[in-house]
């Protein structure tokens, strides 16, 4: 018996097995739930096809989400072999590198709506082509970071697109709520993804990370599997619109206590 026995699942983001998107997608499988992926093309069939197998997964679509006509063929895809989606999984973001360093407000526009549509539009977009397969009791979460908050050298442009992206998941469980669908993030502790290596400063955070976090250890993409198993189940029933801290408690620390 799994939490999640004749669910089915959507998850966008798995780049390889370091990804979080794959933490979640193996927890929810081992709980019982199907899942399909989808991935930027260039990756499909080298990294993803593969990890879906071994999960005995055959729905694998290439997905750009910049693009309305790619985001429209997937779902038009699932519908071909199914008539609802209980868990949607948006755990992807970019910024161009340049804007990953130095200071932010060298940020050009480009590069900010770049950060904008890829990290926080997609989550609407992707909420709304998923809208008429959704039901009650289905969940959508996404993946964000503290820098939405408060200021993390480097994050930069991340930073802003993830403000935007937790905003999106106030207004987007406002109007789903009435469908009985809840939208839900994920504030995620750094872990050493694709993602973010060779990442400006990232080692440093990581390095200091668990000395500070009460835990006194680092998040693994599991710890972040077993967090979304809860949004995704009935267990989080009532919960909605909510952003949930997956980083050992990192972020209620103000000034971290030594030793
Ligand atoms: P990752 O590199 O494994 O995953 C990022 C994914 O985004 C990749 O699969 C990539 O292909 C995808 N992507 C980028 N541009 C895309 C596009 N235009 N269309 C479709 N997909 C696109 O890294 P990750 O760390 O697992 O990142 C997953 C999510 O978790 C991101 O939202 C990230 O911001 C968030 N997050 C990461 C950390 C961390 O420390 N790694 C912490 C908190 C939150
Ligand atoms: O959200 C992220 C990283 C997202 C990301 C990573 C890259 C690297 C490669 C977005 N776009 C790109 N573009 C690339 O070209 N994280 C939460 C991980 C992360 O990234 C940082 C961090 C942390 C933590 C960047 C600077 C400082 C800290």
């Known amino acids: 018996m799994g939490l999640l026995d004749g669910r089915n699942a959507l998850v966008f983001g798995v780049a ?35 990890l ?20 429209d063929r997937v779902f038009a895809r699932w519908g071909e072999s199914h008539d609802r989606l209980d868990i949607l999984v948006h755990a992807l973001a970019f910024a161009k590198r340049e804007d990953l360093s130095g200071s932010f407000v060298e940020t050009s526009r480009d590069g ?44 930069n ?4 697109a993830k403000a935007a992206l937790e905003a999106s998941v ?3 469980a406002a109007d789903l709520g ?17 993602a973010a290596s060779g990442i400006a400063g990232f080692k440093q955070l990581y390095g200091g990370f668990d000395e500070i976090a009460p835990l006194r250890t680092n998040i693994t993409i599991e710890d972040v599997g077993r967090s979304a198993v809860y949004l995704a189940s009935d267990l989080s029933g009532a919960v909605t619109g909510e952003i949930l801290y997956v980083d ?10 030594s030793g």
């Open 157 to 160: 442009v991340m930073g802003v």
């Open 170 to 172: 106030r207004y987007l």
């Open 248 to 257: 050992g408690g990192f972020n209620v620390m103000g000034v971290p206590t």
């Open 52 to 71: 879906a197998t071994s999960i005995g997964s055959t729905f694998v679509e290439p997905c750009d989400v910049q693009s309305d006509e790619d985001i």
């Open 16 to 50: 390889n097995d370091h990804s979080i998107a794959w933490g979640i997608a193996k927890a929810l499988h081992a709980e019982g739930a199907e899942v399909g992926f989808s991935s930027v093309e260039s990756l499909i069939e080298r990294r993803v096809r593969p």
């Open 112 to 155: 900010f709506g770049l950060a904008m549509d890829v990290s926080a539009y997609s989550l609407v977009a992707l909420s709304r082509s998923a809208r008429p397969f959704l039901r009650p009791g289905s969940s959508i979460m996404t993946l964000t970071y503290y820098g939405a908050e408060k200021v993390v050298a480097n994050y």
């Open 178 to 194: 009435r469908e009985g669908v809840r939208v839900n993030a994920i504030s995620a502790g750094p872990i050493r993804t694709l």
